[in-house]
């Protein structure tokens, strides 16, 4: 998976550190951040996590024309031969969840910034819970900026299991 | 003003309430801004009658950013170096959190010098929701 091209723009997250309700101004407020000692506004940590936006196959975002695997009529729009065929959703029969992340920052990402990123497959695991088997799949996602520098390295751990779950046993 | 190495010790904490009583607002509020609209977060009835969970639940991610703060509001702004989570229990609406972080060792990294931290979050039950580490840059 190759996200191509995501402008970091100020209004994204602006709109990001109010979903994670952090009033620091360093993220909203160009004013006050150029008083600090960072010289202007920054993205909150994992702010990054945002690039699935321009991600234009990412598969946990509603696509013109094609169905939806939420409710609307029924209470999923995905047709039981499918069902279970995409990552990242849910059926009694198993659930894509995310068990672990991890960033590593080489530096700050600010508005203006246009970062494109690259996900390779990292290790594959599996393990027996309470309610039946788990499989543990890593993946390593570069963001370069446009001079090709590295600017954060996130680790992933997703799980699919095999009957909704409690988080305790992942 | 950042968090200074010669006045920072193994053990020194901080606690910070994240959220009381946790919204679906909030959780539909996050997918908007992540864009991670897996309706096991924004979509009661297929959480409940497709996926088989009691209600919808929170992004893990969602966990892992409002508990950054606790490490920013201490460290200072853009002071982190690596930032991990696992997530280990889900959150749901009408959950309370609260993250701690505590400090397990100062260190020298290329002559300048940082800290690492481990970090947890936990619910009004007092269960951990997520656990996590971070190192961060420190001044002298």
Do not use: C
């Given at each position: 998976?190759?996200?191509?091209?995501?402008?970091?723009?100020?209004?994204?997250?602006?709109?990001?550190?109010?979903?994670?309700?952090?009033?620091n101004?360093?993220?909203?407020?160009?004013?006050?951040?150029?008083?600090?000692?960072?010289?202007?506004?920054?993205?909150?940590?994992?702010?990054?996590?945002?690039?699935?936006?321009?991600?234009?196959?990412?598969?946990?975002?509603p696509?013109?024309?094609?169905?939806?695997?939420g409710?609307g009529?029924?209470?999923?729009?995905?047709?039981?031969?499918?069902?279970?065929?995409?990552?990242g959703?849910g059926?009694?029969?198993?659930?894509?969840l995310h068990?672990?992340?991890?960033?590593?920052?080489?530096?700050?990402?600010?508005?203006?910034d246009?970062?494109?990123?690259?996900?390779?497959?990292?290790k594959?695991?599996?393990?027996?819970?309470?309610?039946?088997?788990?499989?543990?799949?890593?993946?390593?996602?570069?963001?370069?900026?446009?001079?090709?520098?590295?600017?954060?390295t996130?680790?992933?751990?997703?799980?699919?299991?095999?009957?909704?779950?409690?988080?305790?046993?992942? | 003003?950042?968090?200074?190495?010669?006045?920072?010790?193994?053990?020194d904490?901080?606690?910070?309430?994240?959220?009381?009583?946790?919204?679906?607002?909030q959780?539909?509020?996050y997918?908007?801004?992540s864009?991670?609209?897996?309706?096991?977060?924004?979509?009661?009835?297929?959480?409940?009658?497709?996926?088989?969970?009691?209600?919808?639940?929170?992004?893990?991610?969602?966990?892992m950013?409002?508990?950054?703060?606790?490490?920013?509001?201490?460290?200072?702004?853009?002071?982190?170096?690596?930032y991990?989570?696992?997530?280990?229990?889900?959150?749901?609406?009408?959950?309370?959190?609260?993250?701690?972080?505590?400090?397990?060792?100062?260190?020298?990294?290329?002559?300048?010098?940082?800290?690492?931290?481990t970090?947890?979050?936990?619910?009004?039950?007092?269960?951990?929701?997520?656990?996590?580490?971070?190192?961060?840059?420190?001044?002298?």
């Open positions: 998976m190759t996200v191509e091209r995501f402008p970091v723009e100020e209004g994204a997250i602006l709109l990001f550190a109010r979903a994670v309700g952090d009033p101004l360093v993220y909203s407020d160009a004013g006050y951040a150029a008083t600090t000692e960072v010289g202007g506004l920054i993205a909150p940590p994992t702010f990054i996590q945002s690039s699935a936006q321009f991600d234009p196959d990412y598969p946990l975002r696509k013109l024309g094609q169905a939806w695997f409710s009529r029924t209470p999923t729009g995905r047709s039981a031969g499918t069902e279970g065929a995409s990552g959703g059926t009694k029969r198993g659930t894509g068990a672990e992340q991890e960033y590593e920052y080489h530096r700050l990402v600010r508005p203006g246009v970062l494109r990123s690259e996900t390779r497959p990292g594959r695991w599996e393990k027996q819970g309470r309610s039946g088997k788990l499989v543990f799949s890593e993946s390593i996602t570069e963001y370069r900026d446009e001079k090709g520098e590295l600017v954060v996130a680790r992933s751990v997703g799980v699919i299991t095999e009957a909704p779950v409690s988080r305790e046993e992942s | 003003m950042a968090l200074q190495a010669a006045t920072t010790t193994v053990g904490n901080r606690e910070m309430s994240l959220v009381e009583d946790l919204t679906r607002t959780i539909v509020q997918a908007g801004a864009g991670d609209f897996n309706p096991l977060h924004t979509d009661e009835v297929y959480a409940k009658q497709v996926a088989g969970y009691p209600t919808v639940f929170a992004h893990g991610m969602l966990t950013g409002m508990t950054a703060r606790v490490l920013t509001d201490w460290v200072g702004d853009g002071r982190l170096l690596r991990g989570a696992r997530f280990i229990k889900q959150v749901w609406p009408g959950d309370t959190l609260t993250a701690r972080a505590e400090v397990t060792a100062v260190r020298e990294v290329d002559g300048q010098p940082v800290a690492d931290f970090v947890v979050t936990r619910n009004q039950a007092d269960e951990a929701v997520l656990t996590g580490t971070a190192t961060a840059r420190l001044d002298p």
